[in-house]
């Protein structure tokens, strides 16, 4: 790498022969072409820290960990979706870029074309520490595993729905046995994809009728299936409440994932032959179930029929001993029944329901008479009592309009008022009996009021 004066193309004296004064723009531009010139196409290596998203653009500080020193850095957004990497705080990652200013405010950055995994921080070591992570927990640990249905109905399939997993695991499962296939669509590389994982086994698990899951992808490198490495995406499938199936990439790539998941399959389609079983198969199985129970019913069969016939045997003997008890005991069965005192009360409720009708059939005609008589009576009353009754009206009514004349209500309807003492609850008669300050109620034809002496000469 050649040397190079920081400020050798703007060294030099004004046309007066004076030292040239420098702005600070001018300073900064000259620092940026400096370093993008001498440092166009570096690799730096550190542990990320402050590392925060805005557009689609990464921005980041790189830590050296052996000497107090960063370095501010940027990778935009065309570079971002490249990069296998994932970029995030904690992680040791080497960039390879150039270094740059940004003259806006002077500062000195990384501008990162590309990244990788380095040192203690690569994929395998990684790996490595989230299975001992997890293993402490205990949940690689065979014993947690669940058994699938043997028979499922509703599938769950977490994977891209633009995937070719999807299309193998629905192929092979249409070829052995129809069952019902439901598609939570998630992203399954780059560094959304484990959110996106999460929340698609999230989605699924609505599903009320869910039997299993078949967590997939196909094949690829190490960085494609990293995100079946995360330890997000392995709680979420560890906490799933039906059993999981991981078919991720082939049978030689082995993912956190597989190692949580109740059973691992070798490949997506390899994932449908373990949870689908065979039509055949199932025919097979159901024909051998009902000859078993078939042979096993015509055995029961045979075995109550052999002891019936033997508790009857000691039956047909006694036969003939007791077919003249039976006579005799039916004979004097009648004999009793003639005695019963039930059948007694019964011929005596009879004879009552008889006499109780001539009863009375013979107390009608002198009701009969009664009634008529009431009859006339009622008429003769009503005859004579109406007049009476109009006569005994027309004298209220003629009593009510003198008490209404004489009330004297209608004296306050032609404009008088009567004045109540608050305090006595009598009228008021004289001038003599209020004084300054009393309160009083002022009855009016339609109402009354309150009111208060002010004046009192």
């Not at 193309?9 to 723009?25: I, K, M, P, S």
């Not at 001498?38 to 050296?64: C, I, P, Q």
Request: proline share 4%.
């Amino acid at each position: 790498m050649s040397e190079m004066p920081l400020f050798e193309r703007l060294q030099g004296r004004d046309h007066d022969g004076e030292e040239r004064v420098f702005r600070v723009a001018e300073v900064n531009r000259a620092v940026r072409l400096t370093l993008e010139d001498n440092w166009a196409n570096v690799l730096v290596e550190g542990e990320l820290s402050d590392v925060r998203r805005a557009k689609g653009h990464v921005y980041f500080t790189l830590n050296d960990e052996e000497d107090p020193a960063q370095l501010r850095g940027v990778m935009f957004s065309s570079d971002v979706r490249r990069t296998k990497a994932p970029l995030q705080d904690g992680a040791r990652v080497r960039f390879r870029g150039k270094l740059s200013l940004y003259t806006a405010r002077g500062q000195f950055q990384l501008i990162a074309r590309a990244a990788k995994l380095a040192g203690e921080g690569d994929l395998a070591a990684q790996f490595a520490k989230l299975r001992r992570k997890l293993e402490a927990e205990g949940l690689l640990d065979p014993e947690r595993r669940r058994p699938l249905p043997e028979l499922p109905r509703v599938v769950g399939v977490v994977t891209s729905r633009t995937g070719a997993a999807l299309h193998d695991i629905i192929r092979v499962a249409s070829e052995r046995c129809p069952v019902q296939i439901l598609v939570a669509d998630c992203r399954v590389q780059g560094e959304d994809a484990p959110g996106s994982i999460v929340s698609a086994l999230e989605l699924i698990q609505r599903v009320n009728d869910l039997d299993v899951v078949i967590v997939s992808r196909g094949g690829g490198s190490a960085e494609d299936l990293w995100a079946f490495n995360d330890e997000g995406v392995a709680r979420a499938i560890a906490g799933c409440r039906v059993p999981v199936v991981s078919g991720v990439g082939h049978e030689v790539d082995m993912t956190i994932a597989d190692l949580v998941a109740d059973v691992r399959a070798a490949t997506p389609s390899n994932a449908a032959e373990i949870v689908v079983p065979m039509r055949e198969t199932l025919l097979r199985d159901v024909q051998s179930l009902e000859r078993r129970l078939s042979q096993a019913l015509d055995n029961r069969v045979g075995e109550l029929r052999l002891r019936l016939e033997r508790l009857l045997r000691p039956l047909y003997g006694a036969r003939r001993v007791i077919a003249p008890v039976h006579e005799r005991l039916a004979d004097l069965r009648q004999r009793l029944m003639r005695q019963d005192p039930r059948s007694v009360l019964r011929r005596d409720q009879r004879q009552l329901a008889v006499l109780s009708a001539k009863l009375r059939d013979a107390g009608r005609l002198p009701v009969r008479h009664r009634r008529e008589r009431l009859v006339a009576l009622r008429s003769t009353l009503q005859s004579r009592g109406r007049p009476m009754v109009r006569e005994a009206r027309a004298a209220y009514a003629e009593l009510c309009a003198q008490l209404d004349a004489l009330s004297p209500l209608r004296v306050l309807e032609r404009g008088y008022a009567v004045v109540i003492h608050e305090s006595t609850g009598r009228a008021v008669m004289s001038h003599s009996e209020v004084k300054e300050g009393d309160r009083l109620r002022v009855r009016v034809s339609d109402g009354e009021f309150g009111a208060k002496v002010e004046n009192h000469d």
